[in-house]
């Protein structure tokens, strides 16, 4: 078979004919820029503008639309900029297929294929494109992931194969018949809308914050208009003042340098050859507590060598018994690593030519844990002593002796009987032959890489398929706890409610079979774990779909990168920690422009709606809220985003995050409300000193949160020293402010108050800091507030009921 020649794929290539078609993996250019600025969000806001801007106040819609186009803008360039630095990265991943032209071998790219291609398929291969099989040596595909079926599928000669399913085992060659967009998975992505943005756990409460905010929007935005219709102010002014509530209700910034921290925390992390292919997985890293891992390839360099044959009949001779090994590892159709180093034991590099040619073979899996080839005279079979050897054999002892040195072992027997496809051979037709001892060096770094996860409040767990005294000897030179461990055996054995509790309490799982190690993750995630899994073969697929996180090796199987969160392009979980620490710099990034952006949306909303009620007018205006937000909270969160500014150790979000907007938020709501009543008051109703006022308030409060959450409490001088470049740029912001309000008071919209109200500004100011510092440190009301939300045993164990209908379910 020769396959197409150069002339042929030209041919196809001018035809249309070719795999060029390539599924969405990340939003589009168009798509960022219509997340960016075209939102719903925005076209309300310069909707509003438009209005305004057509009554002939410039400076209002300036200043108001500066602010939001000036931070869309931003992000929409950053990540356009990312999006491409990334995609060059990703190409040092690309995916490639191995087809026959010109009657060779060549290794192309996926979307160089063409039609009528020949493909060579092999074990860990994701089928690109659809095809008809026209050669098969027990040739095993997963369609899963497009029939829902968990078997593999046998193909023989003649029979379809489908793009998105994957060899597990077995080899040999198709035919391309649908390329490009015509193939299965590319049509099922068309109509799927194959980009899926999975929310990380603070965009998921992000989230929910936004939704509330357009609730109170859609709730208080007819109660402005109706307040300036009762007070008979004029459209525009009531069109005005709408600006305000929505540009102070909705955290448009926070949106933004969410997006923005996460896209360049990707970029950081693939320093450390670390490729990010969902860029959520960022603070994915963050959120980690468990990491569970195979022993090949990680704790092991995966560099395999023969150490000894060992027989185990004496009716056969060491040199027949390698004779017989000879024709095994030359009959196999995929030279794997164990092939591989039995090759080259056997061979040194030379094979014969005369070795009798195979009938069939059944190739080995995880799931089997041994494979055979089955010749014209017999069968011979190479897999796990448990399933080759009897359990009372007297070879056992060598097995656990050598497994406990933390080599591998394997049974090599002859077989009476050809055992059918996928099915236990039976015992009384095994006859074995020899142990073969094979020796993975333990990677040196493998202990320091340990301790630096644990050092990071992460678990590490090995799940291997290898034997539990091999698995626990190299898990106990890593320094992990290996008292308790399990086999799969007994793990499948287990109820959900076992299993649970044998997830938790032991770190070491071996003989464990593929599906088994999705129900170990799927056992921690069901405890609360946020679980990473890190693999490699065709084998740790559905546990790596089931994680919350997917790392893969980028030497593995094409399937599982294809599932990775996160490919390790240097094939080094030595990486990991290094990349796992920028995880948790983002996410604290993360945690500190929430806190900066919603505390400030907090106490506007809330003045907002107490001037409402006390049918005052509006107590800033558009311009004032426009450039006052812009230098103290855009700027700090843009640059904390970007990893100029630190925030202060966040752990919790509840108690370091949430409890703070709340606090903050509500005292600052309540200072600003009373300080801008007794300016209305004192200027005997003055509108414009007392708007002057409340924004000289706002910029001071906001700057003291900003401060707090760089560790600076304005509260407790000692703490002013420790961040020298915010106290820095805190004065700079001030100090702008009060020069660009000096020098054009017009276009700012700004009155200097008289001196009295600058002492009652500082005077409230000071005692809202007191009182948020002395609340941050006693926190007994707010945790009694949260008691009103507490779920408790009984109401978790009524709602079980509910859901199986023992109980009827509440109106």
């Not at 967009?181 to 194959?194: D, E, P, W």
């Not at 697929?541 to 997917?550: G, I, M, R, S, Y």
Request: hydrophobic share 45%; with cysteine.
């Amino acid at each position: 078979m020769t396959g197409l020649s150069s002339t042929e794929v030209q041919a196809r290539i001018k035809r249309g004919e070719v795999n060029n078609f390539e599924p969405r993996s990340g939003r589009t250019y168009f798509e960022i820029l219509r997340h960016n600025i075209f939102n719903v969000f925005n076209v309300m806001l310069f909707t509003m503008l438009l209005i305004v801007l057509l009554s002939g106040d410039f400076w209002t819609v300036l200043f108001a639309g500066f602010s939001v186009l000036t931070n869309s803008l931003i992000g929409t360039v950053q990540e356009i900029n990312a999006k491409r630095k990334l995609n060059r990265l990703a190409n040092l991943a690309p995916k490639h297929v191995v087809v026959l032209r010109d009657g060779q071998p060549q290794t192309i790219l996926n979307k160089q294929v063409v039609i009528d291609d020949v493909i060579l398929i092999r074990p860990g291969d994701r089928l690109v494109v659809d095809g008809e099989v026209i050669e098969s040596d027990s040739l095993e595909i997963d369609e899963s992931h497009l029939t829902g079926e968990s078997d593999a599928v046998y193909k023989e000669v003649g029979d379809d194969v489908s793009s998105g399913s994957f060899c597990i085992a077995g080899t040999g060659m198709m035919r391309a018949t649908r390329v490009g967009a015509k193939s299965t998975v590319n049509r099922l992505t068309t109509i799927a809308k194959a980009y899926k943005n999975t929310l990380t756990p603070t965009q998921k409460k992000i989230a929910s914050i936004v939704k509330l905010a357009l609730v109170f929007l859609t709730v208080f935005g007819p109660m402005v208009f109706i307040s300036g219709w009762v007070r008979a102010e004029s459209f525009l002014g009531i069109i005005r003042n709408t600006v305000v509530f929505t540009t102070s209700l909705v955290p448009q910034g926070l949106i933004l340098t969410t997006i923005l921290a996460l896209t360049i925390g990707a970029l950081k992390i693939s320093r450390h050859q670390t490729l990010i292919q969902r860029v959520n997985a960022v603070e994915s890293m963050a959120n980690v507590t468990v990491l569970c891992f195979d022993k090949t390839g990680t704790m092991t360099r995966n560099h395999l060598a023969v150490r000894e044959v060992i027989p185990l009949d004496t009716s056969y001779q060491l040199d027949e018994i390698e004779k017989w090994l000879q024709v095994y590892v030359h009959n196999l159709g995929h030279q794997n690593t164990t092939a591989a180093a039995l090759a080259r034991h056997l061979f040194n590099d030379q094979q014969p030519d005369d070795l009798p040619i195979k009938i069939r073979e059944i190739p080995f899996t995880s799931a089997r844990k041994w494979g055979a080839i089955v010749l014209a005279d017999g069968a011979f079979a190479l897999g796990a002593p448990e399933r080759l050897l009897d359990e009372h054999h007297w070879g056992m002892s060598i097995v656990d002796d050598r497994a406990s040195q933390g080599l591998r072992v394997l049974t090599f027997a002859k077989i009476a009987e050809p055992p059918p496809h996928a099915q236990h051979i039976a015992r009384d037709t095994i006859k074995p032959m020899a142990l073969i001892v094979i020796e993975d060096q333990v990677r040196d770094d493998i202990r320091e890489t340990l301790d630096s996860f644990r050092a990071q409040g992460v678990r590490p767990k090995v799940i291997s398929g290898d034997n539990l005294a091999t698995v626990r000897a190299v898990a106990h030179y890593a320094g992990m706890q290996t008292q308790i461990a399990y086999e799969g055996w007994q793990l499948d054995d287990m109820t959900d409610a076992q299993l649970r509790d044998a997830v938790q309490e032991a770190d070491v799982f071996a003989r464990v079979e593929p599906d088994t190690k999705r129900r170990i993750v799927s056992a921690l995630r069901a405890q609360g774990e946020y679980v990473a899994m890190v693999g490699d073969g065709v084998n740790d697929v559905p546990a790596l779909k089931e994680a919350d996180l997917a790392i893969v090796m980028n030497d593995g199987a094409q399937i599982s990168k294809d599932v990775a969160d996160i490919v390790l392009l240097n094939n080094a979980m030595s990486t990991l920690p290094l990349a796992f620490h920028e995880g948790t710099e983002i996410t604290q990034t993360l945690y500190g422009t929430t806190k900066i952006f919603l505390t400030k949306n907090v106490y506007n909303t809330l003045l907002f709606i107490f001037v409402l009620f006390m049918s005052l007018p509006f107590p800033i205006t558009p311009i004032q809220i426009s450039w006052a937000s812009f230098g103290t909270a855009n700027i700090p969160g843009g640059l904390m985003a970007l990893g100029w500014l630190r925030p202060a150790r966040i752990n919790i979000f509840r108690r370091d995050v949430l409890d703070y907007i709340i606090t903050g938020g509500f005292v600052g709501a309540v200072g600003m409300a009373l300080m801008y009543v007794v300016t209305y008051r004192y200027t005997n109703y003055d509108v414009d000193v007392s708007r002057s006022a409340t924004t000289i308030f706002f910029i001071l409060y906001s700057l003291s949160i900003y401060l707090f959450v760089c560790g600076i409490d304005v509260a407790q001088p000692r703490t002013y020293g420790r961040y020298p470049f915010a106290t820095i740029l805190t004065i700079v912001l001030t100090g702008g402010a009060v020069i660009a309000a000096s020098l054009f008071p017009d276009v700012f919209e700004f009155v200097y108050p008289p001196f009295e109200i600058i002492v009652l500004i500082l005077a409230i100011w000071l005692l809202c800091v007191l009182i948020v510092s002395v609340g941050m440190r006693n926190r007994a009301m707010l945790h009694q507030f949260y008691t009103l939300a507490e779920v408790t045993e009984r109401d978790i164990r009524l709602y079980q009921l509910e859901e199986k209908g023992q109980i009827k379910k509440a109106t």
